[in-house]
């Protein structure tokens, strides 16, 4: 099992797997054939408000990832991380996200949580 993260603006890899979109909105410029995702559970990303928080530099990236674990813990984002942990336990799994920088994005977060570090 390989979990990774990946921009969706990178064209997609023969060793992706399970192409998974973990932002909330649908990245712009990338047409869905052209980003080949295979699940987009949207109850996984940030929450808008906490999106918005965020982006408006009210806090740490420390903060932004107790918040974000605190979301994860409902019953209905544990459900679909536990999810994504069962895909990841069939095969390869690659998380997409449109952040620049996907190692210090809420998709790093998921990674960590998803490999149980």
Known sequence: MTVRVRRVYDPPEPGDGVRVLVDRLWPRGVS?????????PKGLTPSTELRRWYHAGEGSSAEFTERYEAELAGPEEAELLDHVRELAGKGDVTLLTASKSPGESHAAVL????DGK
Do not use: G, N
């Not at 869905?32 to 987009?40: F, G, H, S, T």
């Not at 990674?111 to 998803?114: A, E, Q, V």
């Open 111 to 114: 990674l960590r949580l998803l």
């Open 32 to 40: 869905k054939d052209a980003a080949r995702v295979d699940e987009w």
